[in-house]
């Protein structure tokens, strides 16, 4: 795991951007698959790739994209799907085809068939080139709250109280944040083939600390990533400062 200490959001987007710009490079003509995340931490790197893209010919031509995680019960245009979150912060700025981002279904009648069907699509895919991550609070990362299994694939999931009032600043009322979301698993995560996770603030510092030097369990799920070889965690000196 390679840990970069960043002076502000501005340097960790560059050092998100890099890894992007690297990912497509190798991929050549044929693009990338890349795995996006949605919320805060991502947004200033998805800004970053943007402004690539328009100022210096950055592409993402034949590349596609597999967001990590979908509310179950809102549709893909709903305003606050993750679908149209990535859409409006990233995807609909660059040279990505729109029908080549995918994301689970949350609007599925069978959320468990479509769990695995998302699976599927991925491994048909070839697999994930480059995922991006932020990391919760509480060391979760895509939707795996503490306690998810380290092998866990694809699947419905129930979000905890925490992550529900994290959540909530988008909705107009925390009664109205879904409480179920497809999201992938820590094993599926794991199979990608690169993975840079960016977080910022005081608040992720503890999950930060974890993630570095924790022993690997599943009460710390971003620790499952010290198992994978190529890991590039970015973070500023808030969410540093409980690193040894
Ligand atoms: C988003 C996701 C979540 C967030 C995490 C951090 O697709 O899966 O795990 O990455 O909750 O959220 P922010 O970045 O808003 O602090």
Redesign the pocket.
Known sequence: MQIHIVADAAEGAEVVADVFARTLQEAGDSGAVLGL??????VPAYTELIRRHREEGLSFAGSRAF???EYVGLPADHEQS?HRFIRENFTAHIDIDDAAVLSPDGATSDPVAEAASYDRRIREAGGVDLQI????SNG????NEPGSSLASRTRVVGLTRS?IE?NARYFSSPSEVPVRAL?QGLGTILEARRIVLT?SGAG?AAAVAQLAEGAISARWPATALQMHPDVVVVVDEAAASRLE
């Not at 995340?37 to 991502?42: F, I, K, M, V």
């Not at 979760?140 to 939707?143: E, K, N, P, T």
């Open positions: 995340a949605t919320g805060s931490s991502p967001l990590l995680d993750y991550l932020g990391i919760g979760h990362i895509a939707f992550t994290d999201s977080a992720k």
